[in-house]
């Protein structure tokens, strides 16, 4: 089963996250799947003709607070808290153009969830976008049921 949603907003310390697994509030949580999706997503853009987007730390860590929150049920799956999430990065990116998100849930593989928001116009419009930076947060509930999101940035 794959859940998707799409928002996007118009309104750097770039720190690559790389393959580390961690362990945060007995949720499993993989970064290198964050590099996975990222190579995927620039594959994507590249073919297109777009430039590559930045995996930023700081916009990650917001991403991962969020899909935490979804797997821990501390917010229902979907963009609630779209806008504070904007607000905790416009703190760090005071001069951040647009923002948009992409969240998916299920037992998916990298490849299923960038194939599922391919699939959606409104997610696959926010993966054209005229954006920088990404971030990716990445995690399990105890079902092992993976939440993700994607956070997308234009300063």
């Not at 770039?14 to 007995?26: D, G, S, Y």
């Not at 797997?71 to 703190?91: C, L, N, P, S, Y």
Request: a positive charge; one cysteine or more.
């Amino acid at each position: 089963m794959l859940l998707i949603g799409a928002n996007n907003c118009t309104a750097q310390k770039k720190l690559p996250i790389h393959n580390k697994r961690v362990e945060i509030a007995n949720h499993n949580i993989s970064f290198n799947m964050n590099d996975s999706i990222l190579l995927y997503i620039n594959q994507y853009r590249q073919n297109k003709g777009l430039a590559s987007l930045q995996l930023d730390s700081i916009v990650s860590v917001v991403a991962l607070e969020h899909s935490i929150n979804m797997a821990t049920k501390k917010t229902a799956f979907g963009h609630d808290g779209f806008e504070e999430r904007m607000q905790k990065i416009v703190k760090k990116f005071p001069k951040m153009k647009a923002s948009a998100e992409n969240v998916a849930f299920g037992k998916l593989s990298v490849e299923g969830v960038v194939k599922g928001w391919m699939n959606s116009p409104h997610h696959r419009k926010n993966i054209e976008g005229n954006y920088m930076y990404m971030g990716i947060g990445v995690a399990k509930d105890s079902k092992g049921i993976s939440f993700f999101t994607q956070i997308f940035i234009r300063k």
